[in-house]
């Protein structure tokens, strides 16, 4: 069974950066889109940016400009360098396969902006 593990989340002031990584078992990260997703409290869970098996990418309009996706496919590992954070951007963050069926969720990072 796939596996995603998501990690480098924690809490810092607005204006800094993060940058979270998420690692996928098995080969089916090189076939697949990818994508973060963030929930916040008592929100449903969006997708932030997404990355092509080949390097395109897309982003909310809310993180566009600050937010960078990127993958590394030897390494079956995703990433999302975070600049300019703000207190919006409070959420736990996840990754999956962009199209369904969703592989099975994992338990996110936590990242809180919070002066």
């Known amino acids: 069974q796939v596996q995603l593990v998501e990690s480098g989340g924690g809490l810092v002031q607005p204006g800094v950066s993060l940058r979270l990584s998420c690692a996928v078992s098995?080969?089916?990260?090189?076939?697949?889109?990818m994508g973060w997703y963030r929930q916040a409290p008592g929100k449903q869970r969006e997708l932030v940016a997404s990355i092509t098996t080949g390097g395109r990418t897309t982003y909310a309009d809310s993180v566009k400009g600050r937010f960078t996706i990127s993958r590394d496919n030897a390494k079956n590992t995703m990433y999302l360098q975070m600049n300019s954070l703000k207190p919006e951007d409070t959420a736990v963050y996840y990754c999956?396969?962009?199209?369904?069926?969703?592989?099975?969720w994992g338990q996110g990072t936590q990242v809180t902006v919070s002066s």
């Open positions: 098995g080969s089916i990260f090189m076939f697949k889109t």
């Open positions: 999956n396969i962009l199209s369904p069926p969703k592989l099975q």
